[in-house]
């Protein structure tokens, strides 16, 4: 399968939620015809004229619904990925952020993706590809 080239860059925040345990919050898609799993915590694309930590928090709201507090920026990664027959290229604004004790979180994002906690010692698993690459090294993890 041939992949379709890159638009351009395009920007995004992801939400970095980390459990007591180490465990990360992660949603996942698998690729049609392939059945890759990829794996990142919740976020997408920053508009323009918005910054990275009002794009993490207006994206979890919309993703989850859950209202994130304090975003602080932990680095920037960028990558390029072959998805679905498309290449993406994207530069990654990570942000810890923290959730309110109360906060209950879906199954699925608002897009039909799965929820769920990574556990730490899945970080390196060989079934699923966490992304953006080098994520684990940035965290620390």
């Known amino acids: ?6 638009t351009g860059v395009r920007a995004i925040a992801i939400g970095i939620v980390r459990r ?5 919050l992660v949603t996942s898609a698998v690729e049609p015809g392939s059945g890759r799993t990829l794996v990142r915590p919740p976020g997408g694309g920053i508009d323009p004229g918005e910054s990275a930590m009002d794009a993490v928090v207006r994206e979890l709201r919309e993703e989850l619904g859950v209202e994130t507090r304090r975003p602080r920026l932990i680095g920037e990664l960028e990558h390029r990925l072959a998805f679905a027959g498309r290449e993406l290229h994207e530069r990654v ?7 309110p004790p109360d906060a209950t ?8 993706h799965p ?3 990574l556990e730490p010692d899945r970080f390196a ?3 699923i590809e966490l992304v953006p690459p080098g994520l684990v090294a940035l965290l620390g993890a």
């Open 1 to 6: 399968m041939t992949s379709q080239p890159a």
């Open 20 to 24: 007591h345990d180490g465990a990360l």
């Open 93 to 99: 604004a990570i942000l810890a952020v923290d959730l």
């Open 105 to 112: 979180l879906p199954a699925a994002t608002d897009a039909g």
């Open 115 to 117: 929820v769920w906690w």
């Open 125 to 127: 698993d060989p079934t």
